[in-house]
Structures are given as C-alpha cells and as structure tokens.
C-alpha cells in the first residue's frame, strides 16, 4: 500500500491503495465516484473512459501510480450540473437506452469537441471507435455529437 495523491474534478485527493491498482477502481471503490463504468477491464470497451490532463483515456488499464500530477475528470466532474453541450445534446437526441456506456460516450465525445470543434462524420468515427454500445445507438450518439459541435 502507498499514499497516493490525485487531483480528481478539481480537488486534491489521497488514497491509500496498492500503486498499481487500476485508477478506475480507485475512483469507483475508495472515491464513490461511480459514474465510471467497468465494461471489460482491458480498455477495448470505453465505459471506464476519463479525461486525464483533457485527454480521454481507459481508466480500467491505468495503474493509479502513473497518473501523477495530472488532472483526472469523470462524468461526475464534467459539468456541475450536467450542463455541459455534450449532456444536453445526449438528452435532446434520447441517446440512452440502458445507460451503461454513456459515461465513456460523453466523456470521449467531449474530449474530441474540445480538440476539433467541428469534427467531420469520420472524425466523429475515428475518435469514438472503440466506445462500445451494446444498445446500438451510434447514429443517435453521432447526430448528439454534431449538435453539441454546433453549440456556441
């Protein structure tokens, strides 16, 4: 066990965990932060997906010792009251069906709005292969990705 240190949605955080405890499990189990899904546990499915420094990343793969000083956000930290463009436009869109994957959707999803602004159909594709929805919701998942991109 080590005292590791984190910066979780803007706050500082210290848990005592074995460094190479996956992160995902540090957020779900030790920060009740649950919104981050377990979907396959070797990064192919997206559910676990956060942003670490802005960048999506699987959280289910990453050894909680080598995220350092980075910045982890979660679904829980992307907006506070789930306002952020890419909420909205799931919700405008009815993207969910059973839920499971959505946190990964939006958090991939954000992360390349915030990269390219104005994402191209293959873009779109590119960057959100490999997020997983069992419920088959892709067109509704890229025509809410085209809204929130419209979105000033």
Known sequence: MATINLNVNGKKQ???VDPKTPLLWVLREHLNLV???YGCGIAQCGSCTIHLDGVAVRSCSLPVSAVGEKKITTIEGLSENGDHPVQQAWL???VPQCGYCQAGQIMTAAALLKTNPNPSDEQIDVAMNGNLCRCGTYLRI???I???ASQP
Request: hydrophobic residues 25%; charged residues 40%; without cysteine.
């Open 35 to 37: 919104g981050t899904k």
């Open 142 to 144: 890229k025509a809410a």
């Open 146 to 148: 085209k809204s929130a």
């Open 14 to 16: 210290s848990v005592d």
């Open 92 to 94: 405008e869109h009815d």
